[in-house]
């Protein structure tokens, strides 16, 4: 027996959590600046209870709400320099895991000159400042791990960064905040959560800590196949899945994603697929193709889910998410060259080589062939 297990964010889930827990920001300095997408932090309720906490307990703030989806470099570098501005002794990162992510870039941006390309040679200068999280959405699990992901329009893909430094230190997760959240926003972060939990356990880097935490939240999200399939969700539903979204995030924080992750990230990049719904498109054949040098694995993940075959879990994530796009074969071509240069594809348990990332392209999408 052998692994680490380092993860050093303190969680809060429940609901009303930031309001019972307000010394958990005073302890981390007197000025905050919040960072969020432009709508839903204000919708979902979550930044008028910061807010009010942080007013209650005299921590000055101020707010950057320009993060959209995929945040870019030069979203980053514009926060960094409001951060600079303001000088704040905390980060507050308020959303779906774009203002996360984001966050985390500018949380180091704040008090290192360097640009937004820079972030990925690491050995920061000066320590980021402290992070909060609040998710919005349930899939990401960035709250609780030490990438961001950044969109790099020079290499043509999006990017992770990675720093033990840029896990938060504390995480709320509150349900009602991803009350407003649309049933595809919804569908689409849920499949993100199942995609890191069922990537982390078939992981090369997996663990026997990591495969429990990932087995549980294959079945957490199991719990919620019939609310996802029907699109409406209750205030469970919606707690159940902000679970099974942290503990992918754990899980991820130690075994890194793998071939889906690699290869979604062009169909977000050049087709402006959702995260969540680029991984569900590739999940199904990435099973197929793993299965047969991890047979049990795949079968307990299909165990968790009350499923049989790896076609069950391709008809449910076709459901889920019915097809639209179509590819050509050349930007398949393309998705593969760029998927090979990722590090997290060698973390795939059966190590596929070009042709097969474009079989798995091909058996997943729909193509037309010029
Ligand atoms: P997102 O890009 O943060 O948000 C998608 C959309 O949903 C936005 O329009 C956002 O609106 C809206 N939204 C979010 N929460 C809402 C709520 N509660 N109510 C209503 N609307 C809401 O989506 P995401 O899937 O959570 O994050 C995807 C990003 O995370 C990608 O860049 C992906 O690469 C990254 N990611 C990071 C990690 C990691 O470990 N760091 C892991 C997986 C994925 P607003 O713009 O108004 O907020
Ligand atoms: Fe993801």
Known sequence: MEFKFFMPTKIF??????????NEFTHLGKRALIVTGRNSAMASGALLD?????EDQKIAWELFDQI????????VEAGGDAARR???????????????????AIA????????????????????????VAIPLTAGTGSEVTPYSILTDTEKQTKRSFSDPQIFPVVAFLDARYTQTQSRDVTVNTAVDALSHAIEGYMSKRSTLVSDCLA???????????????????NLTDREELLYASLLGGIVIAQTGT????????????????????????????????????????????????????????KELLVELLPSSEVYTEQEL??????????????????QPNKEDLYQLLKDSLSVNGQ
């Open 13 to 22: 889930l429940g609901i009303g959590c930031v309001a019972q827990n307000k």
């Open 50 to 54: 910061i807010t009010t906490v942080l």
């Open 68 to 75: 959209e989806e995929n945040p870019t470099f030069a979203a």
């Open 86 to 104: 303001f000088k704040p002794d905390m980060i507050i990162a308020i959303g779906g895991g774009s203002p996360l992510d984001a966050a985390k």
């Open 108 to 131: 180091v941006l704040a008090v290192n000159f360097i640009r937004a390309s820079e972030l990925y040679k690491g050995g920061f200068h000066a320590a980021p400042l402290p992070i």
């Open 215 to 233: 087995l549980e939240a294959i079945r957490s999200f199991g719990k919620v196949r019939k609310a996802l399939s029907l699109g409406s969700f």
């Open 258 to 313: 793998t071939a889906v992750h690699a290869l979604g990230y062009s169909l977000t990049y050049f087709y402006q697929v959702p995260h969540g719904r680029a991984n569900g498109l590739l999940l199904g054949e990435y099973l197929r193709f793993n299965e047969p040098v991890v047979p049990e694995k795949v079968s307990a993940v299909l165990a968790a889910l009350g499923l049989k075959t790896v076609n069950d879990i």
């Open 333 to 350: 071509q393309k998705f593969v060259s760029i998927a090979s240069e990722t590090a997290n594809i060698v973390n795939t348990p059966r």
